[in-house]
């Protein structure tokens, strides 16, 4: 019995120190993992009249299926008493969540990431706390919500309190219970001392505890259930089935009637009375309640209860039930959701009324990231079944929500709706999801056939076209695969497809070396329509395409804008896929501009986006390259694991790329070299040849003469300064010269000197930099000290600016041996700012607050302050207002 006391003891405590820290203002998060009987929703019930705003919320069986039912218990209420205010901020992006808007992208983090600011916008009014219930029967956005949240209460006054059962194989939940900061109860069955302790305050023989404790295992709910029944002889062996017949032996008809209205309705309906057709249903009320089955309000009392008078409906008139609640439901207009889970569990009746309400439930809950409820939905349609003539309909739908669940049966549904289409716009539509299902699975190379033998007309026949070319864009392997033939439209584009057609073109052109001009201006056209979609997973990533395009014709400002919008729509939209792939493609532009620590903030924040969001896969490489090629320039360690990226997309070749440099910098030079080539094999199969794609030439040109291979050097150089001069962007003629001159591939000097010049046209500072002092160097070799200063000079100042540690170090030796006495080189100030202190401090000099920070990058109020906090010290300043004075 002490042991029992002292563990209950223990839960309590842990219980009440988490709550006065959250109403305090520390997040904390309780989860209670239990078996049925077990006090989880006892635990539970302890806050229900805790200080600050409860929030309750119990999943159940019925409502399972039902995108963001948990949420809607735990937040109708307070959204309906203020619409107008809870949604501020980024919390307009759950706003679809509550209403019939469509959400403006089928992903559920936007939907998620306006849910947590909401709850911390309430969070902010008063200490919350949210009581969930048997989440292991929520429905999984909802589970998915309960998760993202736990990961970002820290420093919010709120309690997050969560109860399941245990031995569950949910992601989310197991995240839960993982979660560093999480204090996790796990009650367990009454000691025998405890049962004979109860048996005693229920004033029944304490001798019966042996039996009773044998009976129930300790479970006190069943030892509950049991006193009812004692004293009895031979008490047996307690679960769901005696329990429902221990309940029904203290009931009459007419309550009975009510409780499995109730089972099958959901608790807190107050259509109950009506369906089960109960003559004085609140006399019927109170026995439940005294009968310790239901609440005042038509809840169970506990869950084993519900499940127990469920179970007991015998299996043909439970189905009968739930359809007849499905009908009571339809003439009260309820939403299809609350229809659809009803006749999840009604017999197939033949009626095409049904199949379309769980066609529109569907449609709906993929809409909300409920993609696996969708494909519930839709199974049980082709159950019921649709007329012949929706069937490749419903399959289309059921394959493309599946696809979004993760389920293998999606590409075999669609399949069959290609082939069950009555018509030729059916198969395309099916055709064109069964693509997008190969592409995301890493399988584009099989898309391109289904693709091809489809034809259509109108809007569309522009989709199918434009997701045909768009692998090309994607996979090397598909690319290769692709009969293409594209024809520059002339002028500004009137339609979809041609506006991605000239960013394939200005794409192509800028891959195979035509010349910059050419290139700029294909992708100057492409944007002028407006027309191209912002998602970077449909229309074959157009944007994407064009920004690499204007970087390699060195319109590096136009491709920074390009990507600062898309990053702003991101925001807008709450699209975590958009926002990682524009901060990935924006670190390669400030890379080759030179922005060193702008590169690496944009790297960091795309990858840490990335591992948020599914389907990113394939377009982060360039965020993996430039994280490492950051690193390197700026003299910092390097996580090469980063680079396991995906091999089958064209910015595959800047991760090989960046793997050589990776292998230089620790000395391997044979292995580098082998990268690098590798990297101009990998640029050569997809038609990557040109120098201003990857400098992997001179790169490797550079380290064949340390290894005393001149001959091969001297050519690969040559070769790179060849194309770079036939493609005309300064930036890359600028670095193959400077190589040129390094390695005596040209006369130092000469080459040296027309570097310079060249990127002196340029915004690539790094790369100035780097042939100033290139040429500081052979001017002090050549015994031109006085001569050499003014250009190492220079370079020290730029590298300095750039934060390229190493080369700023090299130009500090390189001045001291040509006789100057440049100052000591202290990192401080800006330069000092790791890449997330940088980005913070930019945007809070920009006039953000710190919630708007957070709303924009995806973290917590705490994250940004810590990051405000280090900025402010390294800067030596004490406010915000001198942020933008000392970052300029």
């Known amino acids: 019995m002490q042991d029992d006391l002292i563990e209950r003891d223990a839960e309590r405590a842990a219980l009440d120190e988490a709550l006065a820290a959250a109403v305090s203002g520390t997040g904390r998060l309780i989860v209670i993992e239990a078996a049925p009987g077990l006090g989880k929703t006892r635990l539970l019930k302890t806050l229900h009249d805790a200080p600050g705003r409860v929030l309750r919320a119990r999943g159940s069986e019925l409502e399972a299926t039902f995108a963001f039912g948990v949420v809607h218990q735990l937040l109708d209420a307070v959204v309906l008493a203020s619409p107008d205010t809870v949604f501020e901020g980024a919390a307009r992006l759950a706003q679809p969540i509550f209403s019939e808007a469509r959400p403006e992208q089928e992903d559920l983090l936007p939907l998620l990431h306006g849910l947590a ?44 309190a969560v109860a399941t059962r245990p031995a569950h194989d949910d992601p989310a939940l197991s995240e839960l219970i993982s979660e560093p900061d999480a204090r996790v109860l796990r009650p367990r069955g009454l000691t025998e001392d405890g049962t004979r302790a ?65 089972a099958v309705l959901g608790d807190g309906t107050d259509l109950a009375a009506t369906f089960a057709g109960v003559e004085d249903p609140d006399a019927a009320t109170r026995r439940l309640v005294s009968a310790g089955v239901l609440e005042p309000d038509l809840t169970f009392a506990h869950p084993i209860v519900r499940s127990a008078i469920y179970a007991d409906i015998p299996a043909a008139e439970r189905a009968a039930a739930h359809a007849r609640a499905a009908a009571l439901l339809a003439s009260r207009h309820a939403s299809p959701e609350r229809l659809a889970a009803h006749l999840l569990e009604a017999p197939p009746a033949h009626d095409p009324a049904t199949v379309a309400t769980l066609r529109h439930a569907a449609r709906r809950a993929r809409e909300l990231g409920g993609a696996s409820s969708a494909a519930a939905y839709l199974t049980r349609a082709l159950r019921e079944p649709p007329p012949a003539d929706q069937r490749a309909e419903v399959l289309t739908e059921l394959g493309a929500a599946e696809a979004r669940a993760g389920h293998a049966a999606a590409t075999e549904h669609l399949e069959q709706a290609i082939e069950l289409a009555a018509d030729e716009p059916a198969r395309t539509r099916a055709a064109i999801e069964l693509a997008r299902v190969l592409k995301f699975r890493g ?103 064009i920004g690499v395009a204007l970087m390699w014709a060195d319109r590096l400002d136009e491709a920074a804008q390009l990507y600062a919008n898309l990053r702003a729509e991101a925001r807008r939209q709450g699209s975590v896929v958009l926002l990682a792939t524009a901060a990935g493609q924006s670190a390669l532009v400030n890379e080759r501009r030179g922005a060193l620590p702008e590169a690496a903030a944009d790297a960091a924040e795309a990858l840490a986006l ?59 030079l044979p292995g580098a070299i082998a990268d ?71 006369p130092p000097l000469p080459a040296l000197k027309e570097a310079v010049a060249v990127l002196e046209e340029t915004p690539a500072r790094l790369e100035l930099a780097r042939a100033l002092v290139s040429l500081g160097s052979a001017l002090r070799r050549g015994g031109q000290r006085a001569a050499a200063r003014e250009p190492l000079a220079r370079g020290l100042d730029l590298a300095t600016r750039c934060g390229a540690a190493p080369l700023v170090r090299r130009a500090h030796e390189e001045l001291l041996a040509a006789g100057a006495r440049p100052r000591r080189i202290a990192l401080s100030g800006r330069d000092a700012l790791t890449p997330s202190e940088r980005r913070v401090a930019e945007l809070a000099a920009s006039g953000l607050t710190n919630r ?37």
């Open 117 to 160: 600011w909401l709850v911390t916008g309430l969070a902010a009014e008063r200490p919350l706390i949210l009581l969930v219930d048997d989440a292991q029967w929520a429905d999984e956005p909802s589970r998915r919500f309960l998760a993202f949240l736990a990961k970002r209460i820290d420093g919010v006054p709120l309690l997050l």
């Open 198 to 262: 109860f048996l005693a305050r229920a004033e029944l023989d304490p001798a019966l505890a042996a039996s009773c404790h044998a009976s129930t295992g300790g479970n006190p709910f069943y030892l509950g259930e049991l006193a009812r029944e004692l004293p009895a002889p031979n008490p047996t062996a307690l679960g769901p089935r005696a329990v429902a017949e221990a309940v029904k032996r203290r009931l009459d008809r007419e309550a009975l009637a009510l409780a499995r209205a109730v």
């Open 443 to 545: 399988e584009s190379v099989r898309a391109v056939p289904i693709l091809e033998r489809r034809h259509a007309d109108g809007p569309l026949g522009e989709e199918l076209e434009i997701e045909r070319l768009g692998l090309a864009y994607l996979s090397v392997a598909a690319r290769a695969a692709i009969r293409r033939s594209l024809t520059d439209p002339g002028g500004v584009p009137r339609t979809r497809l041609e506006a991605f057609t000239l960013a394939a073109l200005a794409f192509d052109a800028g891959a195979r070396g035509d010349h910059a001009d050419t290139v700029a201006d294909l992708a100057t056209r492409a944007l002028a329509g407006e027309l191209l979609p912002p998602d970077p997973l449909g229309g074959g990533y157009a944007y994407l395409i």
């Open 610 to 668: 990335g591992r948020e969001a599914t389907g990113t896969e394939a377009l982060l490489n360039s965020a993996r390259a430039s994280a490492v090629t950051a690193a390197l320039e700026r003299g910092e360690a390097v996580d090469e694991t980063v680079l396991d990226g995906e091999p089958d997309t064209m910015p595959y070749m800047l991760v090989l790329h960046a793997r050589a440099e990776a292998r230089a910098a620790r000395g391997d």
């Open 676 to 746: 690098f080539r590798a990297c101009g094999a990998y640029g050569q199969s997809w038609g990557g040849e040109n120098p201003s794609v990857s400098a992997w030439r001179s790169r490797a040109a550079t380290l064949l003469t340390d290894l005393g291979e001149y001959d091969e050097a001297h050519a690969l150089v040559r070769e790179e300064l060849k194309l770079a001069r036939a493609f005309g962007a300064p930036r890359a003629i600028g670095v193959a010269l400077c190589v040129a001159g390094t390695i005596g591939a040209q």
């Open 852 to 888: 708007g920070i957070a709303q924009q990058l995806f973290v917590t109020e705490k994250t940004v302050e810590a990051h405000l906090r280090g900025a402010f010290q390294k800067l030596e300043i004490s406010s915000r207002t001198r942020l933008a004075q000392v970052l300029a």
